[in-house]
């Protein structure tokens, strides 16, 4: 199944489901209120909006209180985020890194990490580290 698209507030919206676990849509609009500040039958939109896109699913209901749930992971979401991010700028890496370093958004211990992870990564799978290297050819 592909990712849902979301909207910035449903993706505000997810990130309290995925940080905090089920929650009614009053206990979701208390969290994203105190920093976006929408209505609440606003939120109760996005979350209908997020169940009809597969994103949540309503757990349970008390007294007149649905509580949702996210059916999707963070790390799915933010996947297909950067597989659209790298689309704009033709599926290369380096200008999306360049920004970032220009924008003061990643650090020297930022791309030690990554460095670490590259490592990581084709020790797993030395074949793709000829592969990566020839395509650059």
């Given at each position: 199944m592909t990712e849902p698209k979301l909207s910035a507030l449903e993706l505000k919206i997810m990130n309290e489901l995925w940080s905090r676990g089920a929650l009614s849509i009053r206990e979701i609009h208390e969290a994203v209120?105190?920093?976006?500040?929408?209505?609440?039958?606003?939120?109760?939109?996005m979350i209908y909006r997020l169940e009809v896109k597969g994103a949540v699913r309503r757990t349970k209901k008390i007294g007149n209180a649905h509580v949702f749930e996210a059916t999707t992971s963070r790390?799915?979401?933010?996947?297909r985020l950067l597989k659209e991010l790298l689309g704009l700028f033709g599926g290369n890496a380096r200008p999306v890194m360049a920004h970032l370093v220009e924008m003061g958004k990643i650090s020297h211990e930022d791309?030690?990490?990554?460095?670490?992870?590259?490592?990581?990564h084709r020790a797993k799978d030395p074949g793709k580290?000829?592969?990566?290297?020839?395509?650059?050819?």
């Open positions: 209120a105190k920093r976006e500040r929408p209505a609440y039958t606003t939120v109760q939109t790390a799915s979401v933010q996947t791309i030690e990490d990554a460095q670490k992870l590259l490592r990581a580290e000829s592969a990566t290297k020839d395509k650059g050819k």
